[in-house]
């Protein structure tokens, strides 16, 4: 009975030095990326809001520190708001008013950009 020749050993090193070169590139199918083409407006705070806040503050006597510190929120938030650096919305806007018993101006809402 004869045994069979062992060609493992010499079949894979001769595998592992086979190289692929591929003629064609590869080329993946993407779909196209879609910008937008209108620009979303940046929301700005008013100056109406502004100079209403904070006079209708002074007239409470009441510093930025002490209508912080009644509302639960960071003095430096007043000061943003103030300054315009921040826009609060509507509801925090109402916050104030209940506070200070006062009406400020509200911020418009911006409408999404439908096609």
């Known amino acids: 009975m004869k045994t069979p020749k062992r060609l493992s050993t010499q079949y894979t ?3 592992k030095k086979k190289t692929v070169v591929l003629t064609k590139p590869i080329v993946v199918e993407r779909p196209p990326i879609v910008y937008e083409e209108a620009i979303k407006p940046i929301p700005t705070i008013t100056v109406e809001l502004k100079t209403a806040m904070q006079q209708a503050r ?3 006597k009441m510093s930025q520190k002490d209508l912080a ?3 639960c929120v960071p ?3 007043i000061h943003d708001y103030e300054n315009g650096k921040a826009i ?3 509801a925090f806007i109402a916050k104030v008013e209940k506070m200070l018993n006062t009406k400020l101006p509200r911020l418009k809402k911006l409408k999404p950009i439908t096609n």
């Open 75 to 77: 003095a430096n938030v």
């Open 88 to 90: 609060p919305n509507n």
């Open 69 to 71: 510190a009644k509302l």
């Open 58 to 60: 002074v007239a409470a």
């Open 13 to 15: 090193m001769a595998e």
